[in-house]
Nanobody, 117 residues
Framework: QVQLVESGGGLVQAGGSLRLSCAAS????????LGWYRQASGSERDLVAT???????MYADSVKGRFTISRDNAKNTVYLQMDSLKPEDTAVYYC???????????WGQGTQVTVSS
């Protein structure tokens, strides 16, 4: 079991920046993958970025060059730095953790990001 708590969402103007944080209830070093997903109103939940235990990262095309995912194993926290934000980035952002054993995925409760034009 992993509990995840996101923070850092809010309202920002287009072109601005936000940094999301996701604090885990256990050591993230032992987790297979950590990621950020987002769900806009009326849409499905989509992948934003992931990072593995070996620090390998992957990004959705829509955020490449603007968002950066990182992890701090000592703090059991994963971050999403979001720069050059656009109105279309408006969504609820969810943190997710994948385990090695059982291939389970755990989700946080989500944090709202709203980008005004």
């Amino acid at each position: 079991q992993v509990q995840l708590v996101e923070s850092g969402g809010g309202l920002v103007q287009a072109g601005g920046s936000l940094r999301l944080s996701c604090a885990a209830s256990r050591r993230i070093f032992g987790l297979k993958r950590l990621g950020w997903y987002r769900q806009a109103s009326g849409s499905e939940r989509d992948l934003v970025a992931t990072i593995t235990t070996s620090e390998s990262t992957m990004y959705a095309d829509s955020v490449k060059g603007r968002f950066t995912i990182s992890r701090d194993n000592a703090k059991n926290t994963v971050y999403l730095q979001m720069d050059s934000l656009k109105p279309e980035d408006t969504a609820v952002y969810y943190c997710a953790a994948d385990t090695f054993v059982g291939s389970n995925r755990y989700w946080g409760q989500g944090t709202q990001v709203t980008v005004s034009s």
